[in-house]
């Protein structure tokens, strides 16, 4: 039986891929490996298209994966220093909620460990 461990969501613009997302559940998460959990690994937006709204979606879309999965919450790992990544995490509802060490070359950077509850409310 095969089983999906990772999904990919793009945007696309004009059939050029400008964004995407990576999405881990339990068996392929880096961190956490709990099985109410959804962990985003990567969202990029290709600098150009950044501000107008392609990471919110694709946030949206993580978020909207994870419930549909039955899951509680999306978490992510995020640099200490990319506050612009933070603030934006921040204002679509995630929260600090720990850190890891994260190798980096030579070195040993924190990156802040952040998480949402996903599941709808009654």
């Given at each position: 039986m095969l089983e999906s461990l990772l999904q990919v969501f793009c945007g696309k613009k004009e059939g050029k891929i400008i964004g995407y997302t990576k999405v881990n559940l339990v068996p392929a998460q880096t961190d956490i490996h709990d099985p109410k959990s959804l962990e985003i690994s990567r969202l990029y937006v290709l600098e150009?298209?950044?501000g107008i709204g392609l990471g919110k979606d694709l946030l949206d879309y993580a978020f909207d994966f994870a419930r549909k999965q039955g899951l509680e919450y999306v978490w992510l790992g995020v640099w200490e220093?990319?506050?612009?990544?933070?603030?934006?995490?921040e204002k679509n509802g995630l929260v600090k909620f720990g850190t890891h060490?994260?190798?980096f070359g030579d070195e040993i950077q924190t990156d802040w460990l952040?998480?949402?509850t996903v599941t709808y409310q009654k």
């Open positions: 150009e298209f950044l220093k990319n506050a612009r990544a933070i603030r934006f995490y060490p994260f190798p952040m998480k949402k």
